[in-house]
């Protein structure tokens, strides 16, 4: 038996790796400028009247009819004069429109909605987008705060995050503690109804700032910074979603304590079901120490569990739905995220599969996809306006609020 000869290695400087990054960020340039709008930024999608009467929930005629009122935006023929289309955003004043009953009640603060898990790889920036986008087609305004230093959710809005983003544009102020406001970083983004606070790989900073400052100013407590940092905003928003790092860290904490509601997605197989489990036992052990012990308590309005990216034909899936049903009961959403081609070539495009105006597999497929996402949207629109309906409960004094808002958030 020959041996295998062993590889000439080459040491593999500091300076080389530098090289390597300077040219991973340059192929990140040339792919955006290739995939993306011809001005190197992402654009929403236009709407046929066909698609525009079904967001809306009534027939093709209806939206007919309604145009000759001349209320509602006309949209514009497209160039072959073949179809009307409509922008995203007047699909959105249709929307608004047509479900005035279904929005945020007057006196009611936005929802914030962190989306959460240790491991990398499990649809959680994909959840938080799609979720953002889909909660926008329903009439609400959007606010999407991205928190991890990879800035995943920050290039699925079209930017980069490592030479796009400058430290202002993240929650990396509030940290440090010049900023006590949120409000400086909001910026808006090609999709209609959504704004965004970016995230860049400077936010590791964020990881050294809150311990630093918890043992240097007396009475500080670098969980509630995000906490308060959004409190300026709520009244201008339906709904915040936080999209945290793959690792229960600082940043992490802080986006749970500033939530009314946790979605964690959770792919069924052994691996991801042993990491959540160690999500929640940690989790758990730091609000005993941060809350608990201090005489202090936490509510949330709901946690859901998200079974996401499913395999319909890994038969062990099956046997691992049945430990995540047990363990989480009815935390589990009622709705399964396949894992389709549809959503991979969207992501490799820098999109989701609201993103996608024609698909070019099959048909099925992505209708399939598409209304799993609608789905564990409309069910997330339920706790949502549930969340709301409380605040209304409040604040007419039909309801016992929560606690006080030093031990409820």
């Given at each position: 038996?020959?041996?295998?000869?062993?590889?000439?290695l080459?040491?593999i400087?500091l300076?080389?790796?530098?090289?390597?990054a300077?040219?991973?960020i340059a192929m990140?340039?040339?792919i955006?400028?290739?995939?993306?709008a011809?001005t190197?930024?992402k654009v929403?999608?236009?709407?046929?009247?066909?698609?525009l009467?079904?967001?809306?929930?009534?027939?093709k005629g209806?939206?007919?009819?309604r145009?000759?009122?001349?209320d509602?935006?006309a949209g514009?023929?497209?160039?072959?004069?073949?179809?009307?289309e409509?922008?995203?955003a007047?699909?959105?004043?249709?929307?608004?429109?047509?479900?005035?009953?279904?929005l945020?009640?007057?006196?009611?603060?936005?929802?914030?909605?962190?989306?959460?898990?240790?491991?990398?790889g499990v649809s959680?920036?994909?959840?938080?987008v799609?979720l953002?986008?889909?909660l926008?087609?329903?009439?609400?305004?959007?606010?999407?705060?991205?928190?991890?230093p990879?800035?995943?959710?920050?290039?699925?809005f079209?930017?980069?995050?490592?030479t796009?983003?400058?430290?202002?544009?993240?929650?990396?102020?509030l940290?440090?503690?010049t900023e006590?406001?949120?409000?400086y970083?909001?910026?808006?983004t090609?999709w209609?109804?959504?704004?965004?606070?970016?995230?860049?790989?400077l936010?590791?900073?964020a990881e050294?700032?809150?311990?630093?400052?918890?043992?240097?100013?007396?009475g500080?407590?670098?969980?509630r910074v995000?906490?308060?940092?959004i409190d300026d905003?709520?009244?201008?928003?339906?709904v915040v979603?936080?999209?945290?790092?793959?690792?229960?860290?600082?940043?992490?904490?802080?986006?749970?304590?500033a939530?009314?509601?946790?979605?964690?997605?959770?792919?069924?197989?052994a691996?991801?079901?042993a990491s959540?489990?160690q999500?929640?036992?940690l989790?758990?052990?730091?609000?005993?120490?941060l809350l608990?012990?201090?005489?202090m308590?936490k509510?949330f309005?709901f946690?859901?569990?998200?079974?996401?990216?499913?395999?319909?034909?890994?038969a062990?899936?099956?046997?691992?739905?049945q430990?995540?049903?047990?363990?989480?009961?009815?935390k589990?959403?009622?709705?399964e995220?396949?894992?389709?081609?549809?959503?991979g070539?969207?992501s490799?495009?820098f999109?989701?599969?609201?993103?996608?105006?024609?698909?070019d597999?099959s048909?099925?497929?992505?209708?399939?996809a598409r209304?799993?996402?609608?789905?564990?949207?409309?069910?997330?629109?339920?706790?949502?306006?549930?969340?709301?309906?409380?605040q209304?409960?409040?604040l007419?004094?039909?309801t016992?609020g929560p606690?006080?808002?030093?031990?409820?958030?």
């Amino acid at each position: 038996m020959t041996s295998t000869p062993l590889p000439q290695l080459k040491p593999i400087t500091l300076a080389d790796i530098s090289n390597q990054a300077e040219r991973a960020i340059a192929m990140m340039g040339q792919i955006r400028s290739a995939m993306l709008a011809p001005t190197a930024r992402k654009v929403a999608p236009l709407y046929s009247l066909s698609q525009l009467a079904g967001m809306v929930g009534v027939e093709k005629g209806s939206i007919s009819h309604r145009l000759t009122k001349g209320d509602l935006p006309a949209g514009k023929l497209n160039a072959s004069g073949s179809r009307r289309e409509f922008t995203l955003a007047e699909s959105r004043e249709w929307i608004r429109e047509y479900r005035r009953d279904r929005l945020r009640p007057e006196g009611c603060e936005a929802v914030t909605i962190s989306i959460g898990n240790f491991k990398g790889g499990v649809s959680k920036t994909t959840t938080a987008v799609t979720l953002a986008q889909g909660l926008s087609l329903l009439g609400y305004k959007v606010l999407v705060i991205d928190t991890d230093p990879q800035g995943s959710l920050t290039t699925l809005f079209g930017i980069l995050p490592d030479t796009e983003v400058e430290e202002p544009d993240t929650i990396l102020p509030l940290c440090i503690g010049t900023e006590t406001s949120i409000r400086y970083a909001i910026r808006p983004t090609y999709w209609d109804g959504i704004d965004l606070v970016a995230a860049a790989p400077l936010l590791f900073g964020a990881e050294f700032a809150l311990p630093a400052r918890q043992t240097q100013e007396p009475g500080f407590e670098f969980w509630r910074v995000l906490d308060l940092g959004i409190d300026d905003v709520r009244a201008d928003y339906d709904v915040v979603i936080i999209d945290t790092p793959p690792a229960l860290s600082y940043t992490t904490i802080n986006a749970f304590i500033a939530s009314d509601g946790i979605i964690m997605p959770l792919p069924p197989n052994a691996l991801d079901f042993a990491s959540a489990s160690q999500f929640w036992n940690l989790f758990s052990d730091l609000t005993r120490e941060l809350l608990t012990k201090r005489g202090m308590d936490k509510h949330f309005d709901f946690i859901h569990i998200l079974l996401a990216r499913v395999d319909s034909a890994d038969a062990a899936s099956t046997v691992i739905r049945q430990w995540i049903g047990q363990t989480y009961a009815e935390k589990v959403l009622p709705v399964e995220i396949p894992k389709t081609a549809v959503t991979g070539v969207a992501s490799a495009e820098f999109g989701t599969v609201y993103d996608v105006s024609r698909y070019d597999g099959s048909a099925r497929t992505f209708k399939r996809a598409r209304d799993a996402y609608d789905s564990f949207v409309g069910h997330i629109e339920g706790s949502i306006r549930a969340v709301w309906a409380r605040q209304v409960g409040v604040l007419n004094g039909s309801t016992p609020g929560p606690q006080s808002k030093e031990t409820r958030r």
